[in-house]
């Protein structure tokens, strides 16, 4: 190993932007798996993580430097999706990450969310480098598997070579009225102030290799101190779920320290702080999705940073973008609990009060576009929020059903909100349950359950 090897964590890669401009694929096509095709439409609706070790990084970029020194144990990806309904999804993962791809789809340019992504990392002074991806849609594309991308760009006739410098520019200048300067990696003489743009293809490859190498060397180089391993834990939530033959389990993100089978943890919960053990720590294989179901890996001890399924007793209470903490010998369990417990502070701001109507209190339950009917977001009105403190009764109202789905869910159509809203609040949440339970995350199913109890 080369110096330095043992004291860097692998750094932590986001990758963002609009719907549909690549971003799982890209991640499929560097894994060779099929993420993107078992989505319900298409639509990435979870946070993922994928560990990639740096052997097989150095590998795939060796054609475009052999003699690259990597001194990073690996590079962990976290997916995330770029529906407009999963902002907090994308807040959540933006600040996990140390660096982050910006995924621009060269046919479109900049969308909604290029800029909504753009401005969470600048929020944050998170590194970013923008995969300017499709280059195999410009008219007459010669594909050239995996190749650098100065390679595959020298081997494209002149009309597409004109087709990409145009588009390019065309970015590249929508990004200037957002304020950021951004050039070519390969032509960018000042990488501290211009952003950096790779070229990429999801479908045939062309630039992968590139970003790879820019994004551990740019780690590397810029990022010596938030990557040094640390032994303090570090470590959140992504998503609560039952896991076939293991019960509800965690996915976590371990940013720092190194969790150990048998670990005494802390996680905060609509109960209060709950103190459990872990019992077992599972990763999917390196190159696999944590968020696809498939065979895991058991581990007694894992170091950050990685992607974590764990298995434990009361795992259903922990909540989504909250905190993890290990009881060492020498802490104090109060104490833990307590900060453990501060973490609800940022579960209840993330409840939005901008709910519509101020007449009467409702809480919006808004319904994603997929037909899977997942909860995409839960919104209060200020009423709602000072009925429920005071035990009263609030309206729940669905929204986004279409007059198919709501056959379906309620036995008939609705000729307007106001009719499927009295009708709702007329049933039990139970029913709605029955509905939804599959799909509703665990931190949603917290805030509908603490509804329960008003009706
Ligand atoms: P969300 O997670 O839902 O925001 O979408 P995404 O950004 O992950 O995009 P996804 O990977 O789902 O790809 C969307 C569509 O674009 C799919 O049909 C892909 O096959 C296609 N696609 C993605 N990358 C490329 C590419 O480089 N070239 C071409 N031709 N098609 C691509
Ligand atoms: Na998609
Ligand atoms: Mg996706």
């Keep these: 190993p080369h110096k330095g090897e043992e004291t860097l964590r692998s750094p932590i890669c986001c990758v963002m932007g609009h719907v549909d401009t690549g971003k799982t694929k890209l991640l499929d096509y560097i894994r060779g798996t099929h993420v993107q095709e078992g989505e319900a439409r298409g639509i990435t609706q979870q946070i993922g993580a994928t560990f990639f070790p740096v052997e097989n990084i150095r590998d795939r970029t060796k054609e475009l430097k052999a003699d690259a020194r990597l001194n990073v144990p690996g590079l962990l990806v976290i997916d995330t999706p770029g529906h407009e309904s999963f902002t907090n999804l994308r807040s959540h993962g933006s600040g996990l990450c140390d660096i982050a791809v910006l995924v621009v789809n060269i046919m479109h340019g900049l969308e909604p969310q290029t800029i909504e992504s753009l401005n969470l990392l600048r929020k944050r002074n998170t ?56 050039e070519l990696y390969y032509k960018n003489k000042d990488m501290g102030e211009t952003f950096n743009i790779v070229p990429t293809s999801a479908i045939s490859g062309e630039g992968i290799p590139d970003l ?41 993100v371990l940013v720092n320290g190194v969790l150990h089978e048998g670990d005494q943890i802390v996680f905060c919960s609509l109960q209060g702080p709950i103190v459990t053990t872990i019992r077992a720590l599972l990763t999917p294989h390196p190159m696999q999705e944590l968020r696809v179901k498939g065979t895991y890996l058991h581990h007694k001890a894992i170091k950050a940073a990685q992607g974590i399924k764990i298995t434990g007793q009361g795992l259903e209470h922990a909540i989504a973008g909250t905190s993890l903490y290990v009881v060492r010998r020498d802490d104090d369990l109060e104490e833990v609990k307590e900060s453990a417990m501060q973490d609800m502070k940022s579960v209840t701001s993330r409840i939005d009060r901008s709910g519509e109507g101020v007449g009467t209190p409702v809480c919006v339950l808004q319904k994603d576009f997929t037909d899977i009917g997942r ?81």
């Excluded at 050239?144 to 991308?149: K, L, R, S």
């Excluded at 010596?224 to 896991?243: A, G, W």
């Excluded at 809203?421 to 665990?442: E, G, N, P, Q």
Aim: with cysteine.
């Design 212 to 252: 790879l190498l820019l994004l551990i060397q740019w780690s590397q180089k810029t990022m010596v101190e938030k990557l040094t391993f640390r032994n303090v834990v570090q470590c959140t939530v992504l998503e609560v779920k039952v896991t076939k033959g293991h019960g509800t389990t965690i996915d976590v």
């Design 375 to 455: 909860i995409a977001s839960i919104r209060f009105n200020e009423k709602a929020v000072d009925h429920a403190k005071k035990g009263q009764k609030v309206t729940i109202k669905i929204v986004g059903t279409n007059p198919e789905e709501q056959q379906k869910m309620h036995g008939r159509h609705f000729d307007n909100d106001d009719q499927l809203v009295s009708h709702i609040t007329r049933r039990s949440i139970d029913v709605l349950k029955a509905y939804y339970r599959d799909d509703l995350s665990m931190e949603d199913w917290k805030l509908v359950l603490k509804l329960k109890t008003l009706f």
């Design 127 to 182: 590194e970013f480098i923008v995969a300017l991806n499709k280059i195999d849609r410009l008219y007459g594309w010669k594909t050239q598997p995996n190749a650098p991308i100065r390679k595959a760009l020298k081997q494209q006739s002149k009309d597409v070579q004109n087709e990409f410098d145009r588009r390019l520019i065309e970015v590249i200048t929508q990004l200037k009225e957002q304020g950021l300067n951004t």
